[in-house]
């Protein structure tokens, strides 16, 4: 058998192999780091708020060299109807400061910073080069991987396949059982640029600080979701579809997000931004019905490699995931590797990290929560009754007197046409997932 | 020495000046597989050269990945003027034969270091090239003229070549040469001669406003008039019209027959 | 001995020098020499024919006749003609942009290369692929080259006549050759003409559906006497080389006529789009700024309307 060139090979530049990278390199092994792309993160897309805390133990104090746009310090969750908008809007100063909440940020900033600690750890980032395979030894055990340049196999002890979402390698590997449409959603996302006076106006920040929107009933009779976030000068504005409704209406993304511009909730929001950048990409969305095997002789998956974004429905995080991921599947490869036993046995701390830790654990609270949001019901019907309610409630109807609000909303039920029973089965859903 | 290519490090237009931004041109990539075939060719070394910061190695890394045998970086600022590179580098390779250039830098856009390489070199120079193919010990070379013609040239050594970023696509480095050029030791020299940081104010584009014919116009008021294009100056130039592709096709067909492109 | 040589320092300070080929001026030769105030060294093959070519244009004109075209001896050439005058411009053609830095580096001048403006004090130089000016004091001697197209020029009715010298400078006839030796010239080849020359261009963008449409679009233009050209997106996405992009960062073109497909007319596109007579538009999106310029801009799908244009296309004849 030929001698492993390397300890470790991570596939992919992004949060997840950024991060898996630099752990195994930190912990003294010999690692390269292979991505595709010009640099990490040059293709790289996604809504645009990052939860970085992970990242406290890695890079101590990370929050004053990490390239962030703005600190998020408004979340707030919108529901549409044609005409209509109920908002909840929370702020507060606490995430303006250190060790902050959430953060927006461009990718090609965000990976390729990531990356350079992995350089610094000592892990030899390779770009402009795909792998195309892995190298299996006669037991079917991953020994190393095959890239598009010439004399281009590697041979290492441990692969660490980070290679996002619909991961080649995770496939090629026999991990995936069964993929499905049905499990991804497709995220489309226009970058506006505007100046950063006009957004610290139009969205009440100050300063270095920004917002994070989500949207339900923006996107007409595909189920799906917007969002809507704050950079210093640009604004990113986006829908995430599910997959097979968008085929079966035959309706294009770029005209779903022209009509959530055009809502008079959002309109005044968008309006006047001038377009930078049209992107799209498929996002894992079922979590735990979809994750694949992890673990297997000679290979970790981590990251959207192995669907650990948790898509909450609209609410997304999955850089997150990708980097305590990639952390943890660093570390199981550094103990493997030092332990002399690169078996899928050797490797298991891997998901026992995995399992301990939110990664799984939040994976399994969420659970539902997807299918909840995007179910028609969530996305069709409630956002009308709420809006309804909300608006009999505020209206003043004189001579008429206030109505009761529990007739109002039995009244609205009804009108919507909800089953009382449906209702209460998804509150407690969502009770159970969110609360 | 007997081959040189000569590597700048930019950055593309319109992108900021980083390390992700950064690295060799076309036209310089096109040069890099010249010397890399004319090398193959006649048995000759490869020495890839820069003008530049530290940063600049990369372009020098790239070039030993992909099989140049030499690097040498010139210390030096990124705006030096053209004259002072094609000095440092002159001097640096008395003995080149061959040194093969990009045809413009992004940055400068000037072209002409090599022109000004061969001066000091008394070298043969074909600048601009659009084909080239290495014969023996020459160079036959297809140099651009006015109006759309052509000049073949045969170029022997000493010469410098310059060439366009589309003449030749430069082969991938193996992966075991990217890893080890990635830790290759770049010799540093220092500039023979001083360099200056060339100084301009800068600002962006606008063209120049063109000569044009006196305008028609019994009065000063009228030729005014047709020279500001009062009428003229509404948003859209022509008409904007909803057809479909047949209808467009025949639209267009006569569009070009009124305007006098195609025969009635 | 030309008599610039002698000139007395009142008079205009820059001189211009252009390269003929068989009397014919390179682009930007009429420019350069209005830009230098009519003063200007005619050398080549034919100079006497430039001279008709430069009425209206030209004050006083010297004359050097050489034959094949040597930058490196022609330089040696024109040396002493020119040592004494503190600016000398170049108008940046193929065979000027040769010539300027040999010559600069045998005077031991700066050399300010593809300006579009030219003053004895001042230099403006076009740089990083047209997106900046970059301004300097050229200092007391040195250099230029400027770039075509960037001027305009209208020769006047009623100009005095101009003072013609003829200079005689043998060529250095000893030694090692410094030039490369000239094979052949080829006249132009209407298929693989530079763009920047062509007078009718077709150009297609991202709105085209398949590599193949750049092949049609290309017979297309054969029946209209048209080379075919692309945005950046196409040629990013290789399916016509990249001297085929019109643009900033590609060849920048100055045809009568162009006709779009599925160009959305960024910026960087039009601006090196020239000033053409008639523009036709075919966009699905009628509010692009390509649609915004046309003279004909028609809503439609560019593939289909393609190919009902070349089945039309295939009974007319050019006019
Ligand atoms: C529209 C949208 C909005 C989102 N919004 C958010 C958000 O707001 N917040 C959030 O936290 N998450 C969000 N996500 C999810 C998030 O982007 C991903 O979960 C995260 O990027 C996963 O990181 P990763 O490192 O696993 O994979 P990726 O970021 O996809 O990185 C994979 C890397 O591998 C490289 N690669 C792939 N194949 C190969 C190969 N064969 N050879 C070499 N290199 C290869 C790629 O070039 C890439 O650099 C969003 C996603 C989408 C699509
Ligand atoms: C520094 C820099 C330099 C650049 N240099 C250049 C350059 O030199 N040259 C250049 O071209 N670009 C250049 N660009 C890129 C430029 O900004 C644009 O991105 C590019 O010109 C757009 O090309 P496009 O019109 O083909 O594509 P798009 O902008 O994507 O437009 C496609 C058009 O096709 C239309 N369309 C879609 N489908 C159809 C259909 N079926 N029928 C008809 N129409 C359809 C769309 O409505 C749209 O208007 C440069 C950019 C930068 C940043
Ligand atoms: N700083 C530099 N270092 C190495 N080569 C250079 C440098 N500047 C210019 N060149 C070479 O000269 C060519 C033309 O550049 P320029 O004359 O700057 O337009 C480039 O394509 C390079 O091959």
Known sequence: MTAPDVDVVVVGGGPAGACAAMVAARAGLDVVLLERGPFPGSKNMYGGVVYPRILDTLIPEWWLEAPVQRWVTRRSTMLLTETQAVTIDFRTEAWGAPPYNGATAYRPDWDHWLAGHAQAAGAQLITDTTVIGLIRDEHGAVVGVRTDRPDGDLRARVVIACDGVNSFLAKEAGLYEHTDAKHYTLGVKETLALPKETIDERFAVRDRHGVDIEIIGATGSVNGGGFLYTNLDTIAVGVVLKLPKLAAQAQRPEAIIAKMKQHPAIAPLVQGGELKEYSAHLIPEAGLTMMPKMVMDGMLVAGDAAALCLAAGIWLEGVNFAMASGMYAGEAAAEAVRGGDVTANGLQGYQRRLSDTFVLKDHRKLHRAPELVLSDRVQHLYPGMVANVVERMFRVDNPEPKPGLRRIVTQERQRAGVRRRDLLRDGWTGFRSFG | ?264 | MGRSAQRPPNLAPMIAVVVVRGGALPSGGDETVAECGGRAIVVGSGTALAVEALAGIATELTLLELEHFQPAAWAAALQPLVQHEPAVVMPGSPDGRDLAPRLASLLHRPLFAGAVTVTAHRVELARKGGTEIHIANPGPEFVATLQPGVRGVVPAASWPAVVVTHAEVPLRASGPAVDAAVLAVLPPDPATIDLAEAPRIVGGGAGLDRPERMEQLSRIGGHLGASMGATRVITDRGWVPHERQIGTTGVVVDPRLYVAFGVSGAVQHTSGLGNPDHIISVNTDGHCPMMQLADLAIVSDANATLDHLERLLADESLA
Request: aromatic residues 4%.
């Open chain 2, 1 to 264: 020495m007997s081959i040189v290519v000569c590597l700048k490090w930019v950055s593309h237009p319109g992108e900021p000046h980083d390390s992700r931004f950064s690295g060799m041109s076309h036209a310089d990539q096109s040069a890099l597989e010249f010397a890399l075939q004319q090398a193959e060719s006649t048995g000759a070394t490869v020495t890839a050269i820069t003008v530049g910061p530290p940063g600049a190695e990369k372009v020098l890394r790239d070039a030993l990945a992909c099989g140049a045998h030499h690097a040498v970086r010139i210390e030096g600022p990124t705006t030096t003027s053209g004259t002072d590179v094609a000095t440092a580098i002159a001097d640096h390779i008395t003995d080149a034969r061959w040194v093969w250039c990009g045809d413009y830098s992004l940055d400068r856009g000037a072209g002409s270091v090599p022109a000004f390489i061969a001066a000091h070199l008394n070298a043969q120079q074909a600048l601009g090239i659009i084909h080239a193919s290495i014969e023996g010990d020459a160079v036959h070379a297809t140099r651009r003229l006015d109006g759309g013609r052509r000049e073949l040239l045969e170029v022997t050594a000493p010469a410098v070549v310059s060439v366009e970023g589309a003449t030749a696509r430069l082969r991938r480095a193996t992966l075991a040469a990217v890893r080890a050029a990635a830790s290759a030791t770049i010799p540093v020299v220092s500039a023979t001669t001083p360099m200056h940081r060339a100084e301009f104010m800068v600002r962006p584009y606008r063209p120049r406003a063109r000569v044009l014919p006196a305008p028609e116009g019994a009065t000063a008021l009228e030729r005014l008039r047709v020279l500001t294009d009062a009428a003229a100056a509404s948003a859209a130039r022509g008409d904007t019209v909803r057809l479909e592709p047949a209808d467009a096709a025949a639209r267009i067909v006569r569009a070009l027959r009124e305007w006098g492109y195609l025969a009635h």
